[in-house]
């Protein structure tokens, strides 16, 4: 079992309507984790709220790309880029954080993906490496001890934010059954060996709440 402190924090990634059944970007069973997610909620003092929010034209689209279709690549200035359907476009009901998702207490939500030239996988900084969103320095200000990473998807935003948390320094443990991969071409294999090498630890959800 994991005992969970006070100081520790609940990360919860892109629990959005085009990330579940029926969204354009659906990714299979994310609806399952919901309910899972609000009762982990309850164990924590601190939640913190990641919202993927892009403009219309944003350049992580394959309609802004003639001729690519989605989920094909392209070469970025900051590297190669997954094209996507048109998703969580600001203001549309897509880009929405669901409302089953019942976490009054959480206390941060964190937008990414707005600059339309950059994408934001991560929760900590863009995919440019270079733009930070700012999350690392609230936690840092907060005190905050270790980070559990929940939501979508498991091997995209989950896998990006576990990274990019380890790699500044935070204890950062991903709570797979809590999540929910796309799985395309091989990024669920690779998220998790990615994530194993950076010293992400990887739990079911069973270890915290019994
Ligand atoms: C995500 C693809 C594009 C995610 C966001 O939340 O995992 N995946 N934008
Ligand atoms: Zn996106």
Not at 52 to 58: E, G, I, V, Y
Not at 94 to 103: F, T
Not at 160 to 174: E, I, N, S
């Amino acid at each position: 079992m994991i005992e969970i402190r006070p100081d520790d924090v609940l990360l919860v990634v892109d629990v959005q309507y085009d990330f579940l059944p029926g969204g354009s970007l659906a990714v299979a069973g994310g609806d399952e984790i919901v309910p899972l997610i609000n009762k982990l909620a309850t164990r924590f003092r601190n939640v913190v709220l990641t919202q993927d929010w892009h403009p219309a034209d944003h350049i992580s689209f394959a309609s802004q790309h003639p001729g690519k279709a989605p989920f094909e690549s392209v070469a970025l200035d900051y590297g190669p880029q997954v094209l996507w359907p048109d998703h969580c476009v600001w203001d549309s009901h897509g880009a929405e954080i669901s409302r089953d998702l019942r976490i009054p207490h959480a206390q941060l939500v964190i937008r990414k993906g707005f600059n339309r030239a950059i994408d934001s996988y991560s929760g900590f900084q863009e995919a440019d490496r270079e733009t930070l969103t700012g999350l690392a320095g609230y936690l840092n200000e907060r005190d905050v001890g270790r980070l559990f990473v929940t939501g979508l998807a498991t091997d995209f935003c989950v896998a990006w934010t576990a990274l990019d948390g380890a790699a500044g320094g935070f204890d950062v443990t991903v709570i797979e059954d809590a999540t929910r991969p796309i799985d395309a071409d091989g990024s669920l294999e690779q998220a998790w060996a990615d994530m194993e090498e950076a010293g992400v630890e990887r739990v079911m959800s069973r270890e915290i709440l019994g």
